[in-house]
């Protein structure tokens, strides 16, 4: 990701580089002021007073941590999953609904999810799937393996693919805080009117990106 002293000790929000009603009205300003200030700025404070103990820990960059979790202090471990988890995968969030680019994939990463789920309707159809299917709160993901192929996950709570060695090309939080004060408890609405705030060019900025880590990680570079 850019900007990456967001993602170092002492952790901090990333600039949303955008209002809180720029998404509007798919989106409400409330839910975004509340979502952004509120839950990632909590998942921010929560993972800097877990980690603020173990001074080891402070050189590594979030993702080294969230991939080594069974390395970590039993007492933080937890605490880091959670509020870790929740700190990265907001930073994805503001990112991929950033107002502007297309609506629609385009390029390679069409590309690719015509290949794989058959058309970009069959792919929608999937993901909404599996999005509405993650009981309790979580995300619904797009990522790439480290054969590089894609394929549609859930995960729960706050975890993160990159703690399955799978990484994020998008996700869509499912966490009723994402919608509740808009869609209530119609998640099926709330996914209805994401897929209208998706930024396409950041998503395949982001796809292109991940493809350049999976080369990198099978040369061993
Ligand atoms: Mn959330």
């Known amino acids: 990701m850019e900007n990456r002293q967001y993602f170092k000790y002492p ?4 600039e949303m580089g955008y209002s809180y009603d720029a998404l509007e009205p798919y ?5 975004m002021e509340i979502h952004y200030t509120k839950h990632h700025g909590g998942y921010v404070n929560n993972l800097n007073a877990a980690l603020e103990k173990y001074p080891y820990l402070h050189d590594y960059y979030l993702e080294d941590l969230l991939m080594n979790l069974s390395a970590l202090p039993l007492d933080i471990a937890e605490s ?4 870790g988890g929740g700190h990265l995968n ?6 991929i609904l950033t107002p502007g680019g297309s609506k629609t994939p385009t390029g390679e990463l069409l590309q690719e999810i015509n290949k794989t789920f058959g058309g970009f309707d069959n792919f929608k159809e ?3 799937k599996a999005a509405m299917s993650r009981f309790g709160s979580g995300w619904a993901w797009l990522v790439l393996d480290r054969f590089g192929k894609l394929h549609i996950i859930s995960t729960p709570n706050q975890d993160n693919p990159i703690m399955q060695n799978l990484m994020p ?3 869509i939080d499912v ?7 808009k869609y209530q408890n119609r998640r099926a609405d709330y996914l209805n009117a994401v897929w209208n705030v998706l930024n396409w060019d950041v998503i395949e900025k982001r796809y292109q990106e991940m493809k ?5 990680s099978i040369v061993g570079g």
């Open 80 to 83: 880091v999953r959670n509020n």
């Open 212 to 216: 350049k880590k999976v080369l990198y």
């Open 11 to 14: 952790y901090r929000l990333p």
């Open 175 to 181: 966490w009723e805080h994402s919608y509740y004060l």
């Open 27 to 31: 989106i409400d300003a409330l839910t």
């Open 90 to 95: 907001h930073s994805i969030w503001w990112q």
């Open 169 to 171: 090309i998008f996700g």
């Open 126 to 128: 999937q993901f909404n």
